[in-house]
């Protein structure tokens, strides 16, 4: 049964992350979602049934357009993969039905923003203003222990990358500030702290490997969104067998 369900949830995710594609690309410009239908960025002919099968059709077609022959970006295929194996992961990660409904949200989450960011380095309001919305009711449905921790998670995230933004004079952006107060709301206070950890040790990493195969300058910005997408998602799935480990091997 537990293998049914996580194979449900891998084909819906694999869904929804051609949904997030969508949603990444086209709502930081303005665009409609759902018209019209997708189409290859190259020679914009609409997509037929088979060539929007989620990342099996990029498989089955080479990654390449089938009617102009030019390469598909890999960001598409991997955001749908990602999902769909995020998603499968959720029965196994969380310890209740309560936290695998937050866990998908964040995935969700995640996933948009990453499109995103990477996009445009742009992380939409719209995009944030929602899934706070989400947020805040499966927290008045689910609420943290004290009640209140998701309020002060929210506070703390917004507060904390506002103070980190004055002090470097601009080096985070708008867009990162309050996707965390977003994610403060979703995990509390304490889990707010951490993630922001896991998203700057995250962002190290990307960073040098950038640096190291030429694909990032050094003095130019770089979209923090996915770092903070890989850090919080680590942090929900690892992070208190983590904190665990570093307490009992260098603490004590």
């Given at each position: 049964m537990l293998y049914i369900l996580i194979g449900y949830l891998f084909v819906f995710g694999l869904i929804l992350g051609s949904f997030f594609n969508v949603v990444g690309l086209r709502l930081p410009k303005g665009q409609s979602i759902i018209k019209p239908r997708s189409a290859c960025p190259h020679c914009q002919k609409q997509l037929t049934v088979r060539e929007l099968i989620p990342f099996f059709s990029y498989i089955f077609q080479g990654g390449s357009c089938r009617n102009c022959g030019k390469a598909i970006s890999p960001v598409y295929p991997s955001v749908e993969l990602a999902t769909g194996v995020l998603f499968g992961a959720a029965p196994l990660v969380s310890s209740s039905l309560e936290e695998a409904?937050?866990?998908?949200?964040?995935?969700?989450?995640?996933?948009?923003?990453?499109?995103?960011?990477?996009?445009?380095?742009?992380?939409?309001?719209?995009?944030?203003?929602?899934?706070?919305?989400?947020?805040?009711?499966?927290?008045?449905?689910?609420?943290?222990?004290?009640?209140?921790?998701?309020?002060?998670?929210?506070?703390?995230?917004?507060?904390?990358?506002?103070?980190?933004?004055?002090?470097?004079?601009?080096?985070?952006?708008?867009?990162?500030?309050?996707?965390?107060?977003?994610?403060?709301?979703?995990?509390?206070?304490?889990?707010?702290?951490?993630?922001?950890?896991?998203?700057?040790?995250m962002g190290v990493i990307v960073g040098l490997i950038g640096l190291f195969i030429g694909r990032v300058k050094r003095g130019k910005p770089m979209p923090f969104g996915p770092s903070i997408a890989i850090g919080t998602i680590v942090y929900f799935i690892y992070g208190q067998k983590i904190l665990d480990w570093y307490f009992y091997n260098v603490i004590l």
């Open positions: 409904i937050i866990y998908v949200t964040l995935v969700s989450l995640m996933m948009v923003i990453t499109v995103s960011d990477m996009a445009y380095m742009i992380i939409p309001d719209k995009i944030l203003l929602f899934f706070g919305g989400l947020f805040v009711l499966e927290r008045a449905i689910y609420p943290l222990t004290p009640w209140w921790d998701s309020i002060a998670g929210g506070m703390i995230g917004v507060g904390l990358l506002l103070l980190i933004a004055i002090l470097s004079r601009g080096g985070m952006g708008g867009g990162d500030i309050k996707l965390f107060g977003v994610i403060g709301l979703a995990l509390g206070m304490k889990a707010i702290l951490l993630s922001f950890f896991f998203s700057t040790v």
